[in-house]
């Protein structure tokens, strides 16, 4: 008896990595436009920071236990997830994994861009800019979300394949954290006085790759991921060279949308690829790049 009075009850809790994050905050309109599209119920919540995995597996034990007919969930720790997951996966809620993938074989599908399809196009505009010769450093939000290991690989790998003649100093970690991040920096440009380029691997990583040139007054080449008013005004003012966005609307829209395919037993491809533009001076005013940046 699938009235629309029932068809109105599908509920479908997304947990996120973060919340405050503008980044998330796009997520959630997505997600929010696609639940009016499909006459669903979605609510959205992540922890405050994205170093709190404890709070997001509680706030994924809270949704599970409301009993939902699909869940998205961006894990901060796949592992520690696993558990709960395996929870969801015997009650027959199917899991829709956005931006951040999760190991193994629960989740219907996910969401995400291809972070290293898209890290590897950082490393050829970065190349680009220095000449494709010299050292570099990566600057990462941690060792253990996929996409911080999707993008440091990505652009890793890339490098090492393609430009016999950038070697990559370091790759260090700030966990997301524009502070972190500042003094990571700063200790890389004290360590490698001839470095050239430096990539923040997601949107707190940037800023603080920008801060730490800034204070130490060096003249490098930097390339960002993400976006968010510090990094467009940095790119604006040409402290940053370029900068690779999402599509965060889109993500948000697509795991809703799957989910709601779920729901009715469709069959989903194991990755929905969202998208990404690389964006600089020239097109960061392009309406189409435009729509995938936020502040």
């Known amino acids: 008896m699938a009235t629309g009075a029932q068809a109105q009850e599908t509920y479908i809790p997304l947990i996120s990595k973060g919340f405050q994050h503008q980044f998330w905050q796009a997520v959630k309109s997505g997600a929010t436009q696609a639940a009016a599209d ?21 706030m994924l034990s809270a949704a599970l236990a409301k009993k939902p007919q699909a869940i998205g969930f961006a894990a901060l720790d796949s592992k520690a997830a696993l558990p709960l997951l395996k929870k969801a996966q015997a009650a027959k809620i199917p899991v829709v994994a956005f931006d951040s993938g ?41 060792q253990t979300s996929r996409t911080a290991i999707d993008r440091r690989d990505g652009f890793l790998d890339r490098i090492k394949s393609t430009y016999p003649k950038i070697k990559v100093v370091s790759v260090q970690y700030g966990g997301g954290d524009h502070l972190k991040s500042t003094e990571v920096t700063k200790s890389i440009l004290q360590g490698y006085p001839k470095i050239k380029g430096i990539f923040g691997t997601n949107e707190g990583s940037a800023v603080g790759v920008v801060n730490g040139v ?14 968010g ?16 966005t999402q599509n965060p609307v889109g993500i948000g829209y697509k795991t809703v949308e799957a989910a709601v395919k779920a729901i009715k037993g469709e069959k989903l491809p ?21 729509a995938a940046l936020y502040d």
């Open 229 to 244: 008013k510090q990094q467009k005004d940095a790119i604006r003012e040409g402290l940053m060279a370029g900068a690779i």
């Open 102 to 142: 999760v190991d193994g074989d629960i989740p219907v599908t996910t969401a995400t861009t291809d972070n290293k399809a898209a890290a590897a196009l950082a490393a050829d505009k970065l190349a680009e800019l220095i000449g494709k010769e010299g050292e570099v450093a990566v600057v990462a939000h941690d």
């Open 38 to 58: 499909y006459k669903v119920k979605v609510t959205f919540e992540g922890p405050e920071t994205e170093a709190m995995v404890d709070k997001q597996i509680d």
């Open 270 to 290: 194991k990755i929905i690829d969202t998208g990404f533009y690389w964006y600089d001076k020239t097109n960061i005013d392009d309406p189409k790049v435009a």
């Open 214 to 227: 800034r204070e130490m007054k060096r003249k490098i080449v930097i390339i960002g991921y993400d976006s």
